[in-house]
């Protein structure tokens, strides 16, 4: 049994915490040591389990921790890992038992992502890094879903379809086949892409167009990065 904590104790933390129990249900796998988060006080129980500090308590942490990172917006999990320098820490792949792969020689799926109970993926298939796939996902063959993106519940996404990093797609939303998400972009749920999106746009609708653009600007002197809207 390996240890485990979940990175954010809201409401997704505790559905994690859900699925992580089911996986041990079927294997056991995980010992849960309870949870981290930046914004509550260290000792407070959440469903029977502690949170266990800030981020600089899990960078002192002294023996071998898998972390669940519990975060749905993917520019905020993306600054979280960012944070995040102790080695003695990794990043699981954690897959509901329920969860069906049509073709498990052909999908890959890479580190610290978490599927959830009733996703369905075909068929040559890619999945990076840190990618959330909510409940009853389905993701049809050829699609490559890249670092942080994020999907709500039933999320449906059609073949060979190319979505960006840090995308974030609101429940219901579908995409249809051969399209392309840039990255940043936000689909509102229940929008249904029909053409491709620019990146770091906001889109809603059936079918979805854009209510708000930006561009992003590198401060190269200051050293920062910001957005701008487009014009």
């Not at 505790?14 to 249900?25: C, F, H, Q, S």
């Not at 959830?116 to 990618?131: E, S």
């Amino acid at each position: 049994m390996k240890d485990i904590a979940i990175f954010g104790v809201g409401g997704f933390g505790r559905e994690v915490l859900a699925l992580i129990k089911d996986i041990n249900k079927v294997t056991p796998t995980w010992n849960i040591v309870g949870f981290f988060d930046d914004g509550y006080e260290k000792g407070v129980m959440v469903n029977g389990y502690p949170n266990l500090g800030k981020t600089d308590d899990l960078n002192q942490w002294d023996k071998p921790l898998s972390l669940a990172i519990s975060i749905g917006s993917p520019v905020i999990k993306k600054k979280i890992l960012n944070k995040i320098y102790n080695p003695q820490i990794e990043y699981p792949t954690l897959i509901h038992p329920s969860v069906w792969i049509g073709e498990k020689e052909f999908v890959e799926i890479g580190k610290g992502c978490i599927i959830c109970a009733g996703v369905m993926i075909t068929t040559n298939v890619q999945i990076k890094d840190f990618v959330i796939l909510n409940l009853q996902c389905t993701v049809g063959h050829d699609t490559v879903i890249n670092e942080y993106a994020s999907f709500m519940p039933s999320v449906n996404i059609s073949g060979e379809v190319n979505i960006g990093e840090g995308v974030y797609v609101g429940t219901g939303a579908k995409i249809i086949n051969q399209q392309e998400i840039g990255e940043y972009t936000i689909v509102g749920a229940g929008a249904v892409v029909t053409k491709t999106l620019p990146e770091h746009c906001t889109v809603v609708g059936v079918p979805a167009k854009p209510i708000k653009c930006s561009i992003e600007i590198v401060d190269n002197q200051n050293n920062k990065t910001f957005l701008e809207k487009k014009k």
